[in-house]
């Protein structure tokens, strides 16, 4: 399908035939008042109009913080990016390519998101889970219109645990041990390896941290080392 | 001169009144008009109006209005006339300078410029101070002139509007070149957000990384950590829910019944542990909503019913009745009724005066009346009655003889003293002690004397009479009839 530039036919009440994401129209991922929300605000008017997925990256990099509504329920630019994300439907390459890169946090924040909306339970485990090694700071913003401090696993690990999470209602996922118990996914490893190991041998009390053998950090900074095998088998 | 009228409508011509002198014609005046013009010039009105210059003209001549001069109306047309050709005058000359025409000429250049926008309160000010006085003009030696003050202020007026205009926008742009230079920067310093509309002197959240390595690196194995409690901890409690289940199953059935009522007696044992509502106690529900809330404080299992609340009554019934509600807080306030019945609703006296006659007590021996006891009826009514005569047997009974009960139940007044039972049962079968004494038919017994055959059959054959026993015909028993009113109180006959 050709490149839109406005999200008119996705946003049309009458009815919506193009491709679906989980078999309904993508931007019913997000509900209907944030939707109404984001697309009478400025900054979808003005930024998000005929953006593509190389143009958005401009817009991603000028963010400074995520989070839903704040204030009289204004959105933020990164819930913008994500209904005009969930409009482009850029494929799994991109996306991905935009969860990985290090350059640019909140894009990868954005891509997260995404993902969580969009892939399906097992590949929302295997491609977010290793972001949990990720302990970069975030900027949140709250309903109330102030800044919160958080983290990128943190948030990652509310995408994968939390009902609610920046204005959206998320798609219930399965848990993991489910899917364990399938066989889909395997038995998690935390990053933590060997010094969780250390510490049940121990029985010590958590209060000791130990930065152990693994624990030097990434040539990226906020990176904890984890097992190659590990990025190699999830980056499809 | 003051002008007469503090409007700023034009005026009109005036009236005519009979046996004043009417407005002459202008032609006949011109030669007074040399003379009074001097007097009628006012103060100048100011420099510039909004106004626009007829009707600065107007107002500026409205203070040399005199409304009873009839001169008046010729005057305006001429004046104008005058100045005009004064000032065409002074341009041409340009040296002849006057402190009178130099007045007149400010008038009259003002009222050339329009549109200029200043205070109008000089105008008015200047309709309501009194006319300066006039100098005859003389004439100044050329080395004696103060120059500048004439000619260049007529062309400055404009200019001097247009300069304030400028510097009025351009101080204006400089303005919002300055906020959207600020803006501009604060957005390139990071600080402030795409639209944000509020400036924010300093992000307090820095979400720089890199700050301090160690102490993040920490930070994030602590939420590690964590998750992995929490992981741990599900895959537990999942496990001991199988574990339950498996024993379960494996028990027989007995046990498991065992089991069963063993928690149902513990239940029912914590239910009633809890302490009892007091009488009229304020019920309060636990609510349904904060359930977590309340169990991660702790509070789960509180006996809100049980317990009692410090400031409350114990024991309500010791209040007053109109005191003894649920709620305290409701006492006093409006729409709180606690209706229970008409009756006991009720603060009439019903009856109770009926009885009292005037005060019998404490008067005059001569005034008491004659008979003791207090009978029911006073004076004329006071005389003895005979039966009430019926219609002899066999007669047509009306429609109220065949009511429920026998019909018409009148009796009259006991003429024993004792306060009759009629009055305080409201029942329709006779008192009892009538009923003693007489047999127990179907018609009620009319009246005490037995004139008449007990047996008041409706029967019409007298033989019957004779072997009327009733008892065994009875289909229900008599027990019922003993308590006709609803009095329950013992009764004693007095013979």
């Known amino acids: 399908m050709a490149h839109q530039a406005d999200a008119k036919r996705m946003l049309d009440e009458r009815g919506y035939s193009g491709p679906q994401i989980h078999d309904q129209n993508p931007a019913h991922l997000l509900e209907k008042a944030v939707r109404d929300r984001i697309v009478d605000s400025y900054y979808w008017k003005e930024q998000c109009f005929a953006i593509n997925e190389a143009t958005l990256c401009d817009r991603a990099v000028d963010m400074t913080f995520i989070g839903g509504t704040y204030g009289q329920q204004k959105p933020t630019p990164f819930l913008c990016l994500t209904l005009k994300l969930l409009q482009l439907m850029p494929e799994r390459d991109i996306v991905l390519e935009y969860l990985h890169q290090d350059d640019f946090k909140y894009l990868s924040a954005l891509a997260a998101f995404y993902v969580r909306l969009t892939f399906n339970s097992k590949d929302v485990y295997t491609t977010l889970e290793p972001m949990l090694a990720d302990y970069r700071k975030l900027r949140r913003r709250t309903r109330d219109g102030g800044y919160a401090l958080t983290y990128l696993d943190q948030f990652i690990d509310d995408l994968l645990t939390k009902e609610r999470v920046c204005a959206t209602s998320l798609r219930k996922l399965p848990p993991r041990t489910i899917l364990e118990d399938v066989g889909q996914l395997d038995l998690r490893e935390s990053p933590l390896g060997a010094e969780l190991d250390d510490l049940d041998r121990d029985d010590s009390d958590g209060s000791v941290l130990e930065v152990g053998a693994n624990g030097g950090p990434d040539s990226m900074n906020g990176h904890a080392a984890y097992s190659d095998s590990d990025r190699s088998r999830n980056s499809t | ?495």
């Open chain 2, 1 to 495: 001169m003051a002008s007469k009228r503090m409007t700023a409508n034009p005026v009109k011509p005036a009236r005519y009144r009979p046996g004043k002198p009417v407005a002459e014609d202008p032609s006949s005046d011109e030669e007074d008009e040399s003379d009074e013009e001097q007097e009628i010039v006012t103060q100048p009105p100011p420099k510039a109006t909004s106004f626009p210059s007829d009707a600065r003209k107007v107002a500026a001549n409205l203070g040399k209005v005199d409304l009873h001069n009839a001169k008046t109306q010729a005057l305006r047309g001429e004046e104008a006339k005058n100045q005009a050709e004064r000032v065409a005058r002074a341009i041409a000359d340009e040296g002849f300078v006057t402190e009178e025409s130099e007045e007149e000429r400010n008038s009259e250049s003002e009222s050339e410029s329009d549109g200029s926008e200043e205070s109008e309160e000089e105008e008015s000010s200047s309709e309501d101070e009194p006319a300066p006085k006039l100098l005859r003009p003389t004439f100044i030696k050329k080395d004696q002139r103060k120059e500048g003050v004439h000619v260049a202020e007529v062309k400055d007026e404009d200019d001097r509007w247009a300069e304030e205009e400028a510097r009025r926008k351009e101080k204006a742009d400089s303005m919002i070149q300055e906020q959207l230079e600020k803006d501009a920067a604060a957005r390139a310093a990071g600080k402030k957000d795409w639209d944000d509309d509020e400036v924010q002197e300093v992000e307090q959240v820095d979400d720089t990384d890199g700050l301090d390595p160690e102490t993040e690196r920490a930070a994030w194995k602590l939420r590690e950590l964590r998750r992995v409690k929490r992981e741990r901890e599900a895959i537990e409690l999942a496990e001991k829910e199988r574990e339950e289940i498996e024993r379960r199953r494996n028990l027989s059935a007995e046990e498991r019944d065992a089991e069963d009522k063993e928690f149902l007696e513990a239940q029912k044992e914590e239910r009633e542990g809890r302490g009892k509502m007091s009488y009229m106690q304020k019920y309060f529900h636990k609510g349904a909503f904060f359930q977590d809330d309340a169990a991660a404080e702790g509070l789960a299992n509180r006996d809100l019913m049980g317990s009692r609340i410090a400031d409350d009554v114990t024991n309500r019934e010791l209040l007053p009745q109109y005191m003894q509600i649920r709620d305290m807080t409701k006492l006093g306030r409006k729409g709180r009724t606690k209706y229970k019945d008409l009756k006991s609703e009720d603060t009439g006296r019903w009856g109770e005066e009926a009885g009292r006659g005037p005060k019998r007590d404490g008067v005059d021996e001569r005034f008491m009346p004659d008979r003791k006891g207090g009978g029911e009826r006073s004076g004329a009514n006071a005389a003895p009655i005979g039966e009430r005569r019926k219609a002899p047997d066999g007669a047509p009974t009306g429609p109220s003889a065949h009511r429920p009960g026998g019909g018409d139940r009148y009796q009259p007044q006991v003429e024993d003293g004792r306060p009759s039972r009629r009055e305080r049962s409201y029942s329709r079968t006779p008192s009892p002690s009538r009923r003693r004494r007489r047999s127990y038919s179907r018609t009620p017994p009319r009246r005490r004397d037995r004139r008449r055959s007990p047996s008041y059959s409706r029967s019409p054959s007298p033989r019957r009479e004779r072997y009327r026993n009733d008892a065994p015909r009875r289909k229900r028993s008599r027990s019922h009839h003993d308590h006709h009113s609803s009095d329950k109180r013992q009764r004693v006959e007095a013979y």
